[in-house]
């Protein structure tokens, strides 16, 4: 006897009490197309009907999501060393400008918080500008790779049909602040910079006329065991600034994380014996 429909089920937990999804269909391959976690372990199973009734769930199977840059592998789990999210005053951080008014401050952003009610806020100032924003000291782990910096930005800031007239970077610092050094776009796991920034002597940075909320993840594995404060600088030329008003540069949810021995993933199987394999994929935005 064949099944006419199919039921699938895919959970978070090999009893399916988190059922993520739950779908019938009368085709025999289906594609997820329900967002799901990243470099997440996945169960699931599936069971047959036809007018004679239900059949029994199969046996119960497993898949893994991709991980993403700045995602702790399995068999690991994430170490916080630091974390803001702006809601508190942002104890510890402070900002200046060596060129042009200081714009810096806690607002309720653009468009909206990537979360809670606020940002640190730049704007694209309409003259000359040199922006900064600095961490307080973080100790960074000697082990734990991958490393990282992770902060959601939104810009909207001035670019050129190729380059960028004013833009952002990011810079670290070892010294307490002493001396600060660049970080360039081979630290950038994602979110690379766009190109030369007229107003930062032409420094690879970050433009855009908008650019929606975006999660930039920041390699610092070279940076293991020190402690270090970020800088995150807006610079801007002698120009407009964006049309219809200097909008900027909005920051939320600054992030470090580490990597730590963790709960130990299952290994793949999509309960195949022989034949084609069926490739179960989601994203996750």
């Given at each position: 006897v064949?099944?006419?429909t199919y039921r699938l089920q895919v959970a978070t937990d090999a009893a399916f009490s988190e059922v993520v999804l739950d779908v019938s269909s009368a085709d025999t391959i289906y594609t997820i197309e329900t967002d799901l976690e990243t470099n997440t372990v996945y169960f699931w199973r599936v069971g047959s009907s036809n007018p004679c009734g239900d059949g029994s769930w199969s046996a119960v199977w497993t898949f893994v999501t991709e991980s993403l840059p700045g995602d702790c592998g399995l068999g690991t789990a994430p170490a916080i060393h630091f974390f803001d999210d702006f809601e508190s005053g942002a104890p510890g951080w402070s900002h200046n400008s060596v060129t042009?008014?200081?714009?810096?401050?806690?607002?309720?952003?653009?468009?909206g918080s990537h979360s809670?009610?606020?940002?640190?806020?730049?704007?694209?100032?309409?003259?000359?500008?040199?922006?900064?924003?600095?961490?307080?000291?973080?100790?960074?782990?000697?082990?734990?790779m991958p490393i990282t910096l992770q902060f959601w930005n939104y810009q909207s800031i001035e670019d050129s049909s190729s380059d960028c007239?004013?833009?952002?970077?990011?810079?670290?610092?070892?010294?307490?602040?002493?001396?600060?050094?660049?970080?360039?776009?081979?630290?950038?796991?994602?979110?690379?910079?766009?190109?030369?920034?007229?107003?930062?002597?032409?420094?690879?940075?970050?433009?855009?006329?908008p650019q929606n909320w975006l999660k930039s993840v920041v390699d610092l594995d070279a940076y293991a065991g020190e402690t270090a404060q970020f800088r995150f600088r807006m610079g801007t030329d002698g120009s407009v600034g964006v049309p219809e008003g200097h909008l900027g540069w909005d920051l939320d949810d600054?992030?470090?994380?580490?990597?730590?021995?963790?709960?130990?993933?299952?290994?793949?199987?999509?309960?195949?014996?022989?034949?084609?394999?069926?490739v179960w994929s989601g994203s996750n935005p």
């Open positions: 064949q099944g006419s042009g008014p200081d714009t810096w401050e806690l607002n309720g952003g653009i468009t809670g009610s606020y940002v640190y806020h730049v704007d694209d100032y309409d003259s000359y500008s040199d922006q900064r924003l600095v961490s307080p000291a973080i100790a960074l782990p000697a082990e734990g007239w004013d833009g952002a970077v990011v810079e670290i610092s070892t010294d307490g602040g002493n001396n600060w050094t660049y970080l360039p776009t081979v630290h950038m796991l994602t979110d690379p910079y766009d190109g030369p920034v007229y107003g930062l002597s032409d420094l690879n940075g970050w433009c855009g006329d600054v992030k470090v994380q580490s990597c730590t021995e963790g709960v130990i993933g299952l290994p793949f199987t999509d309960g195949f014996e022989t034949g084609d394999l069926t």
